[in-house]
RNA sequence: GUCCCUAUCGUCUAGUCCGGCCUAGGACAUCGCCCUUUCAAGGCGGUAACGCGGGUUCGAAUCCCGCUGGGGACGCCA
């Protein structure tokens, strides 16, 4: 039996897609496009009241930003529900399962007596044997779980797990109100999509040992599990709001790369020897559930967004001016309708991105070449536009109103002279046309600089300074 | 309470299966130095871990048992 490797990521429309959402669909994703295998998106919206379309449409959205494109799909089951009803009627009809008369109050009762008295917390059967006649009387249907025995699940990553099945309560696998629940649609549907290997967060677990004797009283061959470990905040608790962004989408808007958030996310839990950073081919080559962890991880900001200065740096200029055009419209740097140049832009990018981390930081640094006029941090201009600073300012506005060539080479010598001949340093001439030039004292290399915003601009900008200072010495 | 998972630097991890190559390696963060017109980037170096207790063994991070810590599950949620 050579079946086709086929896996899903199920998602139920009930939030965004989060930090852990986002690596369970990219492990599935990874492990699929290994094996040549399939990739099906199916959302889990049986839960009706919690489910909405504006989060499936971010969830997809999400994904797609990522690049983890499925293959099939998306499926929902709310439009498979007559599929469901027809397999617990046949489960009820052979017996595998009963109808459940007791109301949810008594339920809640029982259970919250079980808790009080430190007993096990699980439905006790009351209707299971029974055998109520069908009424008109709205009921659950429970399936009917083994008493005793073991059930063992083979993990991919976990190893052996062994359940007890006096543990395994008969679970509501339809509502009284018709709906299917999640531990029954979930393997309807991976039976029917044929799914090979169920690759899911360790939450699912306990879920496992269920899901099997749903599969057995289906006459089907479980598939394949694997159990990923959660991923934590820094105070070690479950991965939440709390620990700030945790939708997928928020570190797009926050000027994160996709590639790099990919890449922190695979080696939360994955790793390949010591190698940190991949490419999206070796990912796909490399990629086993071998190499995955069994202990839960620890999400750490800093370490991506590390990796996304290093996918910045590796990125190409025009790729990341084009992309960083939605920032600085977001800023107000540029309007919508600006026309800017992309050439021209992507030289300044250049210059910017081994010191931005983000491409919202790209862009702000982008302000003081896209702007016509600048804001002076009043601090910078106390420390360097003085007397001394204005001065060289001045010399260095006729040298480069007069200079043949604005490039950077020539643009370094009209500094080095005006250098020896006030003899001082470079840095007494550099640091007040910086100023002058990005409102701030750091910036790229001033040559560099200066011959991106260009002689008009940059006359304009270092005249503005020195006609700003003498006004103000008055 | 019951069940399940888990345990190497602050964090992500290599090493664990098949004990000796581990005086435990890499990366982020952090500290110092170098480079330098600023800020970065880069280079070099430092601090920093096998949770604890018992075994087994000539030898244990690695195997076994217990404890402790952490996480998860126990819904007519998924």
Redesign the pocket.
Known sequence: MNQQVTVRFAP?PTGHLHIGGARTALFNWLFARHNNGVFILRI?D??RS?STEEYISHIMEGMSWLNLEWDEGPFRQTERFDIYRDYVNTLLNQGKAYR?Y???EE?ERK?QIAISL??????DGKCRDINMPSSSIPA?VRFKMPKEGLTIVNDLI??Q????NS?L?DL?IM???GTP???FVVVADDIYMKITHIIRG??????TPKQIHIYEAFDCLPPQFAHLP?I?GHD???LSKRHGATSVLAYRDMGYLPEALVNYLV???W?H??Q?IFTRNELIELFSLQ?I??????F?P??LL?LN?QYI?DSDDEKLAEMSLPFLIKKGLITQRQKVDINWLAKAVCLLK??SKTLDELASSLGYFVLDSIKIDPKAAEKFLKVEGLRYISELREALHELATFSTAEIEKVFSAIAERNNV???SI??PA?VALTGG???????ELIEVIGRERTLKRLDEVVSRGIITKH
């Open positions: 139920s889990e049986t839960d919690r459940c007791c109301q949810p339920l259970r430190g007993q096990p917390i699980k439905y659950a976990k190893g797990v062994i359940f007890d543990q309560e509501v509502r009284s109100d629940t999640y531990n360790d939450d699912h677990l306990n879920n959660m934590l070690k608790s479950r080696r939360l839990g790793s020897g010591d940190e190499n962890g069994k202990s839960a991880a620890v750490n800093e370490k590390w200065s740096m081994e010191r340093k470079l840095g550099a640091q910086r004292t750091s910036s790229p290399g001033i040559f």
